[in-house]
T-cell receptor, first 109, second 114 residues
Framework: QKEVEQNSGPLSVPEGAIASLNCTYS??????FFWYRQYSGKSPELIMS????GDKEDGRFTAQLNKASQYVSLLIRDSQPSDSATYLC?????????FGSGTKLNVKP | DTEVTQTPKHLVMGMTNKKSLKCEQH?????MYWYKQKAKKPPELMFV???????INESVPSRFSPECPNSSLLNLHLHALQPEDSALYLC?????????????FGDGTRLSIL
C-alpha cells in the first residue's frame, strides 16, 4: 500500500500571507506528483504537477519536490480568502493515483 | 466548467432500484477512472479503464458494475445499493496511463441511497 501523508489542518493564515502545505509519501519509485484544490461539495481541481526535484512556479503557486526526502510541498503566496479550500496531494504510481487525506486551508480576511 | 461531464449531478434511489451514472470526455484521453468520496475524506479509487479495457478493480462490491462503451464514455451501473454507498461519485480521465499525466475530474454525481 502506498502511503501519502498530509496534515489535516485546518491551517489558518491571514490574507496576503504565504500558506505552506506539506506532503510526504512512502514509495521511492513514484515519479509524478500533483496538487489538487477541492472546495466543499465540489470536485478536485488540478493546480500543479511536478516531476523533477526542485521548485516549479505557476503564478502565486510554487510546488517543491525533494525525492530523496520523499517530500512535496505547495506554497501559496499572497493568500486570498478564495484560496480557502482543502488541498489534496496526489502521487501517481503507474495507473493509480494515491491521495493524501487533504489539508484544509482557511485564509482569514 | 470541467471537460469531464458527469450526469446526473444528483441521484436519489432506493435500495432495490437500478440506475446508471454516466461520464463523458472529449479530450481524447484513453484512461478513465471512477472514484467514491465520502465527506471530509479523499477520493477512493474504484475502477480504472485503460484503452477501454478494465485494468483495475479495487475489490469493489458487485453491486457496482462499470462499463466503457467507447473511448469517450464511462458508465457505472448501480443495483441493490446500501445506505453506506451514499457518497460523491467522481469520474476522472487522463491522457493515458503514462506516469506524467495528471487526472482531470468531472463535477461528480452526489448519490443518496434511501
Amino acid at each position: 500500500q502506498k502511503e501519502v501523508e498530509q496534515n489535516s489542518g485546518p491551517l489558518s493564515v491571514p490574507e496576503g500571507a504565504i500558506a505552506s502545505l506539506n506532503c510526504t509519501y512512502s514509495d521511492r519509485v513514484s515519479q509524478s506528483f500533483f496538487w489538487y484544490r477541492q472546495y466543499s461539495g465540489k470536485s478536485p481541481e488540478l493546480i500543479m504537477s511536478i516531476y523533477s526535484n526542485g521548485d516549479k512556479e505557476d503564478g502565486r503557486f510554487t510546488a517543491q519536490l525533494n525525492k530523496a526526502s520523499q517530500y512535496v510541498s505547495l506554497l501559496i503566496r499572497d493568500s486570498q480568502p478564495s484560496d480557502s479550500a482543502t488541498y489534496l496531494c496526489a502521487v501517481r504510481f503507474f495507473n493509480k493515483f494515491y491521495f493524501g487525506s487533504g489539508t484544509k486551508l482557511n485564509v482569514k480576511p | 466548467d470541467t471537460e469531464v461531464t458527469q450526469t446526473p449531478k444528483h441521484l436519489v434511489m432506493g435500495m432495490t432500484n437500478k440506475k446508471s451514472l454516466k461520464c463523458e470526455q472529449h479530450m481524447g484521453h484513453r484512461a478513465m477512472y471512477w472514484y467514491k468520496q465520502k465527506a471530509k475524506k479523499p477520493p477512493e479509487l474504484m475502477f480504472v479503464y485503460s484503452y477501454e479495457k478494465l485494468s483495475i478493480n479495487e475489490s469493489v462490491p458487485s453491486r457496482f458494475s462499470p462499463e466503457c462503451p467507447n473511448s469517450s464514455l464511462l458508465n457505472l451501473h448501480l443495483h441493490a445499493l446500501q445506505p453506506e454507498d451514499s457518497a460523491l461519485y467522481l469520474c476522472a480521465s487522463s491522457q493515458d496511463t503514462k506516469e506524467s499525466q495528471p487526472q482531470h475530474f468531472g463535477d461528480g454525481t452526489r448519490l443518496s441511497i434511501l
